[in-house]
Each structure stands twice: as structure tokens, then as C-alpha cells.
């Protein structure tokens, strides 16, 4: 008979922090400069640098940890990890090893298969590295220290997972609650939030764990899935061969399907980790640990049930907008402003929606102002602007945040519901402009246009050109 | 003697450290570890049991900088030392193989 | 009196009554390098142009009354393992034989802010380490009261040129005895203050969490004056201490009656020099008849501090000297074949042997295994002798005893037996361990006419206590100093 096998998976998540500043100097964490432009002795480990912790690192390193039920270690250390490669200019990275910050704490995860809670074994705060460009044509690499020093929070989960669907529950679970603190955007595809995979399968029934690998270079759900999926079954072929899995480090090609081990001979793996000397312990007393756990948000599970309760808009659209915070925020401060929620809920759902997929955005991107959509609304409810007007109205505020009310008056683009006043009006242009209408009688198609124009003119740009040239084709 | 130092233990320590060493340095490298090793054994006469790992002599702790952006570009200072430069950045040889 | 004979102190004074003027300081001490360095090689870069320049600037400050500190004016020397911005900074190593700083030390800027000229940077044992100036990678320092016997180290090149008279004072650092022993050997003031009263920012690592930066000066008035500009609390050091007491002049009183001061017998047995013992005795004596209560105690674990620095220092060390790779500064290697390569070949060549082995001995302190066994057992001892120097100083408001167990050796006697020199560290070593602040200062000379030193040693943050004793004995002594051939 055949073997069943059970995967084992351990997550190692690197979230970015969303500080200002690096984690132990005053070089902006912002992206997009040139090469260099965010570096200073200490985040390029220039001789006689010394670094000083930010102290917003540990608040969100806090704050992450309250919100993942971890139990917070009030007397904690930075460690030296010891590594030489050129993205880490002290050839030591600064870590925690032996006191991490938070320890032992849960979450819970939904899937088809129900509920269940992913122990989390540490949490620990550090360094990120710099990056390295590949100059093919020199046969060379070059490095960027700009990300060096940006703060880093390691979340390290217990083997606590069995399929790709709980590994990916879990990541959004992580990201929704990170997100929801403002302590980062977790974006896989920016690499603000990156995921390593350990994966061991066992025979199912056995008591120990197999040999693990460690899986790197993830960068979208789609990746984890297909990489969880490849190793599985590389694991179980050297298994059923006979063969042994190699405790590793491999990199996953998401463009190949396949992964390679990033093993060599000089890289001994032996970090020799010790404390830190030119950083001080830090001792947090309950005091603060009090005044982080005040500023912790409504999470998304509770503002669910409270949207149930206040708002009257479908579960599966509670599901999407509570799915980003941004998005929550927006629909939270719209309806505040008045405007009521299921029309708030539809433009999240269906235009937004939309035009983050065109653009290939996520919700943290939106830009545009709640006042802004709140008025968009008021305009349609007054019956000021139309549908179709609406929608292009919205692609402007979508994109430029631009003020509707502002927008569709410069534009001219409020609708002139009085056809009354419209029609006086294209006869009294009919009445003034006689040679047009002779030429446009005499099969001058375009003279219409000029009468189009002086109607318009007349209307102080109001009217829906649309209609007046409907009427005075109707009139003449 | 009592810490003998084997070739693989110094070949190891090599890599850990980035240093290549002689055939000579070696074999020297070999006694001075020992007899410090030796030496340092010295320290097991001591009975530690319960004495807290003392790394900061002082109790300082909780010295933190406020998230204020402090530095502007320096790119030009930073690169001033460089062994090889281009673009702004440190060339290394070739990482990936 | 002789512009080069003045105390730093001194001089800045008749700078102030226009006895003097900065640019006549700065040339007579430039006219003596020029005259003695080839002799002694206290330097690795004298700074000609720029001294002279800053003596201009200083001077005209001065004038216009903008700089009346104690020291302005003065022209100072720095050891070559703190940053001086613009000036070739080198540690005494090939690997940074090209580097030069875009930022200073925070002591050298607490320096030039006080009216400080920067004369150049001092000749020291590679990184640090070292306890003769012989590791140097440009050559050995020799020392002004005999040039056949070495300087003293780490700091070698600091001590030397103040007692060559090649400047009027000196910063020094000190991991485990690198002020205050060249201090003794080249007969001069030196003091390694308490662990994080003066900013390591800028001072390229050897020990962390034991590094302190010093002066080493030509008397205890110098010593205290130099102390108050350099200490400061550095946001940028998170070891940095914060202190209301840096007032150390007003230390400057000569009086010890009532003064409680232990002789620790564990510091007068085997291998200490008899010569050497009766001299730091005497010194002792001295003390007493001015008032002071001396008795002899038991201080313990002396013979435990050598292995447990060495494992510690050891450690940080291996650490940090792993950001000098040939890729940010500092020396590449011309050819090598990849990454690795390049990293072992710069490192390899770029190092001397005595770095290499500090280097092997922490790599392998703190590898997989090995950790607990040596490297948490050491900070385990240190929290030891931590806890005897707090019993001791429960009792005493000053240690006394030795720098060293001997005076200067001949050069090239050392540096064959590694354990032996570190053996030479005994009585400065677990000061640092401790973080306490310790003065090295003159008490003699040997029948060799070589200086002779006794340290004082204190309590955390009562390097007031170790001044006014210092400041009383030299009162006593009287002046010392070397008969100038010239």
C-alpha cells in the first residue's frame, strides 16, 4: 500500500516596519532613492559607528506582540549574528537570539476545514540587509546599503501547519493584524513582508518531525503555494527512493517551479551569536506594556461583528472592505461624514475594486479622501450629476483625489434636470443664430456644432451637451 | 598540552573568521589556541553555578532615539573609502554563481 | 622655562597672557617631532599643515575671546584607532592603511571645541592589541627613556610622545590596560576613566563593552583638566553614561587625610619585579604619612582575570573587525578568484599575525559548541570579579598597587610568547572587566633608570578619589621627569 504523508510547516515571517527611520540610526527608511542616498557610518558599518535603538521598533515589535497573544519579555537583549556577506556591512547582523522581544503566542486561522489556532514561538526585532545588483555585464555585483538598517520584525511560528491553504491563512492572518496596527503594509510583492517556508513531511501516524528545509524567495501567496506544493513532493521522492532530506537552505524559482540549495562550502552556518555590546538592554515594565495594549485598534474580527450590528450592507461586503484596514477606514470616515453606508460599501466593492485591479494596486494605495467620496455621493443623491457621470467623476477622485463639487462644476458636468429652461434656451439660440440654422438646413452638418456651442455658452457650460444636441436636432 | 587543536578545527575557524592561513600560520595557530584554550580552562576551577552571565557592567538600560529622520544624503562621504566603486554603489565580486 | 617643558595646562595659561602664542606652541612641538621622530616613531601621521592651520584659527578664537577653556591652544595627540575627520586613520594595520574618516571621534571633537590642535595620530599595537607597540604594521615605537625598550601598549605611541616632548598631551584608549600601562613604562599621567564616561563614537572597536578612552599627560592637574573636556553623554553611544560629576578639577586637592586606601597582597606576590614592588610600596608609604589609612587586603581572582579577558576581548573582537573585508575601505587584495577569496585574501593580508590570532581565538570562543563552555563561563567569572572589586570597595576608597610586573622590556623580548605578555596585563586587566576607572602615574625608576608606575584604582564614577590621591603624592614626590640629553 502506498504511504500517506503529512507536511509539516513552520513560517518565518519578516515584516518591515513602517518607521520613519532606521532601526538604529536617523537615515529615512523611504523608498525609491538613488543608490546610497539613505545610508550614514552607522547602517554602512563604518569603523567607530555605533548604533541606538529607534524606539518606535520596539512599540510596534510590542504592539504586534500584544495582538498575537505573545507573552512580552520585559528584560530583553540585541545579539550579533555573525555572517560575512556584503549586503551586511558589519558582516554581523543585529538580532535577537537568546531574549526576543515576544515568545510563545497564537493566532487564529480559518479554513475550510474550521478553525484553528498557529502557535507562534518568538518574535524577535533586528536589522534588514542591504541589496545587491547583479552588473552581468562586469561579471560583478553591486551593493545598495538604502535598506540597510530598515527595522525588522521576525515572526516565528511553530510547526504548526499542514497544508499550503493554512500557510496562507495564517500570512493573511499575520498581515491583516499587522495592518490593522499600522505597524507595516506587509506587501509580499515589495518584499515588505516576506515569508521563508520550513516544510518536513513524515509518514502520517509518526510522532517525530522529518528533516526540514528552509524555503526562501517568496514573493506572493501564488509562490508559497506552488513552492509548499514542489517541496512536498521532492521531500516524498527522496524519501520513496531511499534517500535522505538534507537539513537546507534552498531558494524557490517561481518562474522554473523548482528550488535550489543556496548551501556552500563557506558558508558554515554558525552564526556565533552573542550579546550585543554596543547596545543596552531594555526593560520594559508594565507601565508600558499597559500604554501599547491602550493603543491597540479594533481588530478585524470585531469590527466584523460591529458592522453586523450597525451597518446594513451585506456579509460579503463586511468581508472585503474589513479585509485592509485602508479600506475599512475609508467606508468608516465616509459614512461618518453622512453618507450612507450600503452606497459607501458599493463604490468600495465595485469601482474601487475595479480600478485597484486596473492599476494593479492594493487597497493601502488609495490616496483619495473620505470627503471626497462622500461628496461624489451627495451629488448623486441630489441628482446633480447622473450615474454615467458619476462613474467618470469617480475615476478622477480615484486618481487624482480631485474635490467632485469643484470637479463637476469646472468640467460643466451637472446635469440640467429643468428640460424646460433647457429648451427655451435652444430656441432662443435658434431664434438668434438664423444663418446657422439656414446652413445646417441646407444639409451643413457641422453648423450644428456652433449651435451646440452657443447653447452651451448660454447654460454657463450646465447643461448635458449630449441632450442639447438631441434637442435642437428635435426642434430643428 | 591538554587542548589539542586538529587541522580540521583550524580550517573551520578559518572559514568562520575569513582568514586563510599558511601552512606555517597554521601549525602556529594550532599552539597558541591550545595553550590559550589551556589557559582559559583555568576558569573551570571556578564554581559559577548560579552566577548570572555579567555582559554590561552597569545597569544602563532603555536608551533609545526618537524616530526623527536626522540624515540627508552623504552618498558621496560614504563611498569615499571604496576599494571599487560605480553608480553609487560598492563593487563585490559576482554573488550569485 | 622651555615652551616644550609646559604642562598642557601651563601653556594654555601663558597662551591666555599672550606669553605664548599657538603658532609658537604648535612650531616648537613640530620642530621636536621633527628633531626626535625619527628616533622614537610615535607617530604614524603628523599632521604639519593642518596643525599649523588650526593653530591660526584657534588662535585668532582666542583672541577674539571666544575660547578660554584650559586647553585652548594646546596642541594634543591622538592614538590612530580614533576617527579624525579627513586625517588618515589607520589603527596601525595595512588593512586600514588608506582609510580616512569623513566623521571625528566625539572625544576629538570635545577636543577641538576646547581649542585643541591636532598634531597627528600615535604609533599602537595593531587594533589595540598588544602591550608593546610591536604589532604595529608601521613599525615599533621606541621608548624616550631608553630607545633599546619599548613604549608600552597599546597606546605606546600616545605615551611615548608625551614623554618625547612631541606633544603636550595625548588621548589614549585602554581595553585592558593600553592607557595606563605605556603610561607607567614611559613615565606619565594616565587615566582610564569609569566604562562609558567618555564616548566610544568614533573610537574603532577592539572590546566593546571594555574600550574607554583616556588622556595620558605629563602631571595629575593635566590629567583632571583633559578629563573634563572629553567627558561627555553622547546620545550617539548607547553605553554613553550620563554624569552630574565630571567636574574633575575641583579633585585637584592636596589632601588624603582619612583617605582609605587597600593594598591588594594578590598584587605583590610571584613575578612582580622587586624593584618595582619597593617603589609602588613606597608610593604607599607616602600616602600614609599624609594621612591616609593604608592596609593590605585580599582582593581574590586575580590570577582568573587574564583567561577572562582574554575570552571576552577575544570574542567582541573577532566580531568587530569582521566589517574590515576589503569592500567599504580600507585594503582589497589585488587578485583573488570570487567573493570568499576576496574576503580571506584581504583580511589574510591585511592583518598581522597578533589581530589573527585574537581573531581565531574569539571566532572560535563563540562557535557552536563552544559558547557556553568559554565564552558565557568568562562573563560568568567577570560577574566575580565585578562582585570583589564591590566587596573591596565597600572597605576602601582607593586600590593601590602596580601597573605592571615590570618595567619597559628590551623590544623584540615579548612578542614570542603570546601567554607570556598577556601575563604583563595581570594587575590592569579586571579593572576594565569591571569597568572601574584606574590612573597609572611615575613613582620611580629602576636601577636600568626605567620608570616605574603605581596605579590607583576606584570605585565606579570616583575618579575624584583616585585625583586628589594622585594629585597628593605628586605634591609629595615632587617633580619627575627625564634628564633631557639635548
Redesign the interface.
Known amino acids: 500500500m502506498e504511504k500517506q504523508y503529512e507536511t509539516v510547516i513552520g513560517l518565518e515571517v519578516h515584516v518591515e516596519l513602517a518607521?520613519?527611520?532606521k532601526i538604529f540610526?536617523?537615515?529615512?527608511t523611504a523608498f525609491g532613492?538613488?543608490?546610497?542616498?539613505?545610508?550614514?557610518?552607522v547602517c554602512?558599518?563604518?569603523?567607530?559607528?555605533?548604533?541606538?535603538?529607534?524606539?518606535?521598533?520596539?512599540e510596534y515589535a510590542v504592539a504586534v506582540g500584544l495582538a498575537t497573544n505573545c507573552k512580552i519579555t520585559q528584560y530583553c537583549?540585541f545579539d550579533?549574528k555573525?555572517y560575512?556577506?556584503?549586503d551586511n556591512?558589519?558582516?554581523?547582523q543585529i538580532s535577537q537570539l537568546y531574549l526576543p522581544i515576544c515568545r510563545n503566542g497564537r493566532v487564529e486561522i480559518e479554513t475550510k476545514q474550521g478553525k484553528k489556532f498557529v502557535g507562534i514561538h518568538e518574535i524577535h526585532m533586528e536589522e534588514d540587509a542591504g541589496k545587491?545588483?547583479?552588473?552581468e555585464w562586469?561579471?560583478?555585483?553591486?551593493?545598495?546599503?538604502n535598506r540597510s538598517g530598515v527595522p525588522l520584525i521576525e515572526i516565528v511560528s511553530e510547526p504548526d501547519m499542514r497544508s499550503a491553504e493554512e500557510v496562507i491563512a495564517y500570512l493573511e492572518k499575520l498581515r491583516m493584524t499587522i495592518q490593522y496596527l499600522g505597524a507595516s503594509d506587509c506587501k509580499l510583492q515589495e518584499g515588505s513582508m516576506r515569508a521563508d517556508v520550513n516544510l518536513s513531511v513524515r509518514e502520517v501516524g509518526a510522532k517525530e518531525f522529518g528533516t526540514r528545509t528552509e524555503m526562501k524567495n517568496l514573493n506572493s501567496f501564488k509562490a508559497i503555494a506552488r513552492a509548499i506544493e514542489g517541496e512536498r513532493e521532492r521531500q516524498i521522492d527522496l524519501l520513496e527512493s531511499g534517500e535522505k532530506v538534507i537539513q537546507e537552505t534552498r531558494r524557490w524559482d517561481d518562474n522554473k517551479g523548482e528550488s535550489y540549495a543556496m548551501r556552500?562550502?563557506?558558508d558554515?552556518q554558525?552564526y556565533?551569536?552573542?550579546?550585543d555590546?554596543?547596545?543596552?538592554?531594555?526593560?520594559l515594565d508594565d507601565a508600558f506594556l499597559d500604554e501599547i495594549r491602550a493603543k491597540q485598534p479594533e481588530f478585524r474580527e470585531e469590527k466584523m461583528a460591529r458592522y453586523k450590528e450597525e451597518f446594513d450592507i451585506p456579509d460579503y461586503d463586511i468581508d472585503i472592505i474589513t479585509g485592509s484596514k485602508r479600506m475599512a477606514d475609508l467606508f468608516e470616515e465616509t459614512v461618518a461624514l453622512g453618507a450612507q453606508p450600503k452606497k459607501v460599501s458599493n463604490w468600495l466593492m465595485v469601482e474601487t475594486l475595479r480600478l485597484l485591479k486596473e492599476n494593479d494596486m492594493e487597497p493601502e494605495d488609495i490616496r483619495f479622501s473620505p470627503e471626497h467620496l462622500a461628496k461624489l455621493i451627495t451629488l448623486i443623491d441630489s441628482k446633480a450629476i447622473n450615474s454615467s457621470v458619476a462613474k467618470e467623476v469617480f475615476e478622477e477622485i480615484f486618481k487624482n483625489d480631485v474635490d467632485p463639487e469643484a470637479y463637476v462644476e469646472e468640467k460643466g458636468l451637472k446635469t440640467v434636470n429643468d428640460e424646460g429652461a433647457l429648451r427655451k434656451t435652444v430656441e432662443e439660440v435658434i431664434a438668434n443664430n438664423p444663418q446657422s440654422v439656414e446652413d445646417y438646413r441646407n444639409g451643413k452638418e457641422k453648423a450644428i456644432g456652433f449651435l451646440v456651442g452657443q447653447t452651451m455658452k448660454a447654460m454657463k457650460g450646465k447643461a448635458d451637451p449630449a441632450m442639447v444636441n438631441q434637442l435642437l436636432k428635435e426642434l430643428l | 598540552m591538554v587542548n589539542i587543536i586538529s587541522d580540521e578545527t583550524i580550517e573551520y575557524v578559518g572559514i568562520l573568521a575569513k582568514l586563510e592561513l599558511s601552512d606555517e600560520e597554521k601549525e602556529q595557530a594550532k599552539k597558541d589556541m591550545g595553550s590559550m584554550l589551556d589557559y582559559i580552562d583555568k576558569l573551570g576551577e571556578l564554581d559559577t553555578t548560579g552566577v548570572e552571565p555579567m555582559s554590561h557592567v552597569f545597569p544602563v538600560h532603555n536608551v533609545f532615539r526618537e524616530d526623527v529622520v536626522t540624515n540627508t544624503d552623504d552618498r558621496e562621504n560614504i563611498l569615499k573609502n571604496a576599494p571599487e566603486e560605480k553608480d553609487g554603489m560598492f563593487v563585490v565580486p559576482r554573488t550569485f554563481e | 622655562m622651555s615652551i616644550l617643558d609646559m604642562t598642557a595646562v601651563e601653556l594654555a595659561a601663558a597662551i591666555k597672557n599672550k606669553e605664548v602664542t599657538v603658532k609658537e606652541a604648535t612650531e616648537a612641538v613640530l620642530d621636536q617631532i621633527e628633531k626626535s621622530e625619527s628616533t622614537y616613531h610615535c607617530y604614524v601621521t603628523v599632521d604639519k599643515e593642518g596643525a599649523l592651520r588650526k593653530a591660526e584659527e584657534v588662535q585668532k578664537k582666542i583672541d577674539a575671546g571666544e575660547l578660554t577653556g584650559p586647553l585652548a591652544g594646546v596642541p594634543v595627540a591622538i592614538k590612530d584607532n580614533m576617527c579624525t575627520e579627513g586625517l588618515l586613520t589607520t589603527c596601525s594595520s595595512r588593512i586600514l592603511g588608506n582609510f580616512v574618516p569623513t566623521f571625528s571621534a566625539e572625544a576629538v571633537i570635545n577636543l577641538e571645541k576646547a581649542g585643541a590642535v591636532i598634531l597627528g595620530k600615535t604609533n599602537m599595537d595593531e587594533f589595540a592589541m598588544g602591550s608593546t607597540t610591536e604589532t604595529s604594521a608601521f613599525g615599533e615605537t621606541k621608548n624616550p627613556w631608553n630607545p633599546e625598550h619599548v613604549p608600552g601598549g597599546s597606546s605606546g605611541g600616545s605615551a611615548a610622545a608625551v614623554a618625547a616632548r612631541e606633544c603636550f598631551y595625548a588621548l589614549g584608549s585602554d581595553t585592558g590596560g593600553s592607557i595606563r600601562q605605556p603610561a607607567s613604562f614611559c613615565g606619565v599621567v594616565g587615566l582610564k576613566p569609569t566604562y562609558g564616561t567618555v564616548s566610544r563614537y568614533g573610537l574603532i572597536a577592539y572590546g566593546s563593552s571594555l574600550d574607554q578612552i583616556g588622556p595620558l599627560c605629563k602631571d595629575v592637574t593635566d590629567c583632571a583638566t583633559i578629563m573634563e573636556v572629553i567627558a561627555s553623554h553622547d546620545l550617539k553611544d548607547s553605553t554613553s553614561v550620563e554624569r552630574d560629576d565630571t567636574d574633575f578639577t575641583s579633585a585637584l586637592v592636596d589632601d588624603v587625610k582619612g583617605m582609605k586606601i587597600g593594598i591588594p597582597r594578590d598584587y605583590f606576590g610571584e613575578g612582580l619585579d622587586p624593584e618595582v614592588k619597593a617603589a609602588v610600596l613606597k608610593a604607599a608609604e607616602v600616602l600614609k604619612e599624609k594621612g591616609a589609612i593604608v592596609e593590605e587586603f585580599d582582593l581574590s581572582l586575580v590570577e582568573y582575570a587574564i583567561p577572562t579577558y582574554y575570552t571576552i576581548a577575544a570574542a567582541e573582537a573577532s566580531s568587530n573587525l569582521e566589517r574590515f573585508d576589503g569592500i567599504k575601505y580600507g585594503y582589497r587584495t589585488e587578485e583573488y578568484n570570487g567573493l570568499h577569496n576576496m574576503y580571506k585574501k584581504s583580511r589574510s593580508e591585511g592583518f598581522g599575525p597578533e589581530v589573527k590570532r585574537r581573531i581565531m581565538l574569539g571566532s572560535f570562543v563563540l562557535s557552536s559548541g563552544y559558547y557556553d563552555a568559554y565564552y558565557l563561563k568568562a562573563l560568568r567569572v567577570k560577574a566575580l570579579i565585578k562582585k570583589a572589586f564591590d566587596e573591596a570597595f565597600a572597605k576602601y576608597d582607593v586600590i593601590l598597587g602596580p601597573v605592571a610586573p615590570t618595567t619597559a622590556p628590551k623590544l623584540g623580548e615579548s612578542l614570542s610568547d603570546p601567554i607570556k605578555m598577556y601575563l604583563g596585563d595581570i594587575y590592569t586587566i579586571s579593572i576594565n572587566l569591571a569597568g572601574l576607572p584606574g590612573l597609572s602615574m611615575p613613582c620611580g625608576t629602576d636601577s636600568k633608570g626605567l620608570p616605574i608606575g603605581v596605579q590607583l584604582i576606584g570605585d565606579c564614577f570616583k575618579e575624584k578619589n583616585l585625583i586628589r590621591a594622585a594629585f597628593t603624592y605628586e605634591k609629595a614626590r615632587g617633580a619627575f621627569g627625564r634628564k633631557e640629553e639635548n
Open positions: 518607521t520613519k527611520t540610526c536617523g537615515c529615512s532613492g538613488d543608490p546610497n542616498t539613505h545610508t550614514c557610518p554602512t558599518g563604518m569603523p567607530g559607528s555605533l548604533p541606538v535603538l529607534n524606539k518606535q521598533v520596539l537583549k550579533r555573525n560575512f556577506y556584503p556591512p558589519q558582516n554581523y545587491l545588483i547583479h552588473d562586469n561579471d560583478c555585483s553591486l551593493v545598495d546599503y556552500s562550502k563557506e558554515a554558525d556565533r551569536y552573542f550579546p555590546p554596543d547596545l543596552v538592554p531594555i526593560v
